[in-house]
């Protein structure tokens, strides 16, 4: 059995020799909190966050699993560069893991080294142990454990702005990752956008900024999405920048142009979140994208419901035989291949229905709310327009089998980037109370030019407006994968939902659902099996 170089849960970087290196490259300055007060709410954050996810008859089980991984963990000084398929990393649930079709998961290639001059690797953000995503406890455990100098507090995007002092709280809190757009946008549409943009709110003092060009450059602050299960994806990022001009649409373009937008996607987040001077070879290109290609990660022990895939379909290998093309289950009748919309998009815990044991028998009640519980879905622009609305349910939009992404690029406004103080809608009111949203810029899009000239929004994240130009583009972003979910709190693209508790219950208010307590805890159980 092959072990990795290193192994916490997580707060990775002290023993690496990459991040050894890495270390003596970046510098930062000072921080926002003292070292002193930031362990105290860390310690309490830690600490609420273990009360909260798990309840008294489990958490003596857990501490144990914990404590054993660590032992383990330390124990293994042997330090090598794979980790085998399936390596169990602990979170508050239970264990996540990915499965390589290569075989094992080669920690060794480009995606972990250093391709920039800030020492930050894709790893930084795209950890193996939080199912290739970043938690919030990952960044607050690096903090503490490298007093802030692991390179993922690098100024540039990992405080709130690039110049003025630094300020990780962001990322500590959030998971989030200052991304700065242009405007106009510099896509293949050389019209001038429809829309100006002015900061309402602008609690960092960069939200939005001009270059040496001239050009205005917005700030938006967006969690780092999983680089695994890619297979799967419809758009490239949360607007689908990377995916606008090779759109992932169709299944006979679908291969080459992931590969190539794959690949232009590392060259960007090499010149970007890396700072690099020129971008990775082609052969340093390849090895990313083939790496990135074989990955799929999910949820695969639960400590309550034991193994998700021993007697159901849960975990990362089952998943990585999942058949898909863009459209698939479309749940606007555009398969490609022609089958209507099935509804029960996620058929992995079936088996569990009549399970004896109570959280297994639980999962499978929640895949059964997430499949069929009826939604009032309304005022969600790309899928409504006006006061239309339409009963629906959690695959609506969550429609690739057993994955949960939308599976046709149809980029969506749910209300997840809307500003509590600007925001008329009541039930998007009602939701985003549920949510713990962090301090985040506002932005006014007044719309000068097309069909919706004369209208105001209000967001803190404009999405693929700032790709497309467009008003009707204003807030909305693609429908995420839904698997590895426990790896990686918090949720929504910005960071808003601290939990699952919290997505599950936006949604109820949102969309008018009225689940009960039970019903609640159901989905809940459900999503962190996923
Ligand atoms: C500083 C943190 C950071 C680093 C370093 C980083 N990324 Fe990312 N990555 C992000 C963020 C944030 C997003 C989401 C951005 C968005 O949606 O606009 C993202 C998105 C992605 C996606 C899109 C996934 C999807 O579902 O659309 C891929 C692929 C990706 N990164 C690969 C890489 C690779 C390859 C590297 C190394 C060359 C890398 N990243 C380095 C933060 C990072
Ligand atoms: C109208 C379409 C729509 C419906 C209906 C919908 N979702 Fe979503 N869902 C989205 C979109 C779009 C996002 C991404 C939003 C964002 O990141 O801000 C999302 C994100 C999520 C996420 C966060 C994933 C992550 O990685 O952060 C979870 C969890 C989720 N949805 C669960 C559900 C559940 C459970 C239901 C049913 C109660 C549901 N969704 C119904 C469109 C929808």
Do not use: W
Not at 25 to 44: C, G, I, Q, Y
Not at 495 to 520: D, E, K, P
């Amino acid at each position: 059995m092959l072990y990795k170089k290193r192994f916490e849960v997580g707060f990775d970087d002290s023993q690496s020799k990459s991040s050894r290196d890495r270390k003596n490259e970046f510098k930062p300055k000072e921080h926002a909190m003292s070292d002193n007060s930031r362990t105290v709410s860390l310690v309490r954050n830690l600490r609420e966050q273990f009360r909260s996810a798990v309840n008294s008859t489990i958490r003596k089980r857990l501490v144990v699993c914990f404590l054993g991984l660590v032992t383990l963990g330390t124990g293994s000084a042997i330090a090598d560069v794979y980790l085998h398929n399936l390596f169990p990393f602990f979170n508050f649930n239970g264990f996540s893991g990915t499965y390589s079709s290569a075989g094992s998961v080669d920690l060794s290639g480009p995606f972990f080294q250093s391709l920039g001059t800030n020492g930050r690797t894709c790893e930084t953000c795209h950890q193996p142990s939080d199912a290739f995503g970043l938690s919030a406890v990952n960044a607050q455990l690096r903090y503490f454990f490298t007093r802030g100098k692991d390179p993922l507090f690098a100024q540039f995007d990992g405080s709130t702005c690039p110049t003025g002092p630094i300020n990780n709280s962001l990322v500590l809190n959030n998971g989030l990752i200052r991304i700065p757009l242009t405007v106009p946008p510099n896509t293949t549409d050389s019209l001038p956008p429809q829309f100006t943009i002015t900061a309402v709110q602008d609690p960092y003092g960069c939200a939005l900024t001009t270059d040496a060009q001239g050009q205005q450059i917005v700030s938006v602050y967006r969690r780092p999405l999983p680089t695994t299960n890619l297979g799967f994806l419809s758009a490239m990022m949360f607007d689908g920048r990377e995916s606008f001009s090779l759109p992932l649409n169709k299944a006979q373009t679908f291969g080459a142009n992931l590969n190539s937008d794959l690949t232009q996607q590392a060259i960007d987040a090499t010149m970007g979140h890396a700072q690099g001077t020129q971008p990775p070879t082609a052969a340093q290109l390849s090895q990313i994208v083939s790496f990135e290609l074989a990955l799929n990660s999910a949820q695969l022990f639960d400590f309550a419901a034991g193994s998700l895939s021993k007697k159901a379909n849960g975990g990362a290998e089952y998943l990585s035989t999942q058949p898909y093309y863009p459209g698939i289950n479309d749940s606007l009748g555009a398969d490609p291949g022609g089958e209507g919309f099935n509804p029960n998009a996620f058929t992995i815990y079936t088996s569990f229905e009549n399970s004896r044991n109570p959280k297994q028998a639980s999962i499978a009640r929640g895949e059964q709310i997430f499949n069929t519980q009826p939604l009032t879905i309304s005022n969600v622009p790309g899928l409504t327009t006006g006061t239309q609305q339409i009963m629906g349910t959690c695959t609506t939009c969550h429609d690739t089998f057993n994955v949960g992404n939308h599976s046709f690029p149809l980029p969506l406004d749910i209300g997840t980037s809307r500003s509590l103080i600007y925001e008329t809608d009541p039930n998007i009111i009602a939701g985003l109370q549920q949510l713990q949203a962090p301090t985040l810029p506002v932005f006014e899009l007044a719309c000068t030019q097309g069909p919706l000239a004369g209208t105001s929004y209000y967001t803190t994240d404009p999405g693929k407006a700032l790709i497309s130009g467009q008003c009707s583009d204003i807030g909305r972003g693609k429908g995420l994968i839904l698997r590895g979910l426990s790896a990686r709190a918090p949720y929504f693209h910005n960071g808003v939902a601290a939990n699952l508790q919290q997505v599950v219950n936006f949604y109820n208010h949102r969309f008018q659902i009225g689940l009960t307590q039970q019903q609640m805890q159901d989905l809940i159980n459900f999503l962190e099996a996923l």
